[in-house]
């Protein structure tokens, strides 16, 4: 391959390289939302809870027909815990832990973004690198 070509093909790769950085930088101002937002948060998830009661006459000591209630659970100082939701709150708590599953999700996707801009940088500034 001659001098040429080989530096066309590192110009197209660092063309496409800092396209990528571009479209990263996109996606950080995404992310960014979602950290300035204002609404509030909760850990834990909300899920219906199967039990048995206890009472040995009651219908669910056989193990068919178990009880059902809403909760939420959560881990506090690493323990796991959990509280029965009232119907009323059902929803509002869905939502509150879901935004702060996104929230989280957002954080971890916020590490990868930053660990790909820092390899793309790192390979723009060998490209550009020029020995004294
Ligand atoms: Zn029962």
New binding site residues.
């Given amino acids: 391959m001659s001098i040429k070509t080989d530096s066309v093909a590192a110009a197209d790769r660092d063309s496409r390289l800092r396209q990528a950085l571009g479209h990263l930088r996109r996606e950080l101002t995404l992310l960014g939302k979602v950290f300035v937002a204002r609404e509030p948060i909760m850990r834990g998830s909300v899920y219906e809870l199967h039990t ?4 040995p006459s ?4 056989e193990g068919a027909e178990l ?1 059902s209630c809403m909760v939420i659970s959560w881990t506090a100082r690493g323990r796991k815990r959990l509280r029965s939701i009232p119907k009323e709150q059902q929803a509002e708590l869905v939502a509150l832990t879901q935004r702060y599953r996104r929230f989280r999700k957002a954080r971890a996707r916020l590490l990868e973004v930053h660990a790909k801009m820092l390899a793309i940088i790192d390979k723009l500034e060998a490209a550009r690198r020029k020995e004294p």
């Fill in positions: 048995k009661c206890g009472k009651c219908r669910c000591a009880h």
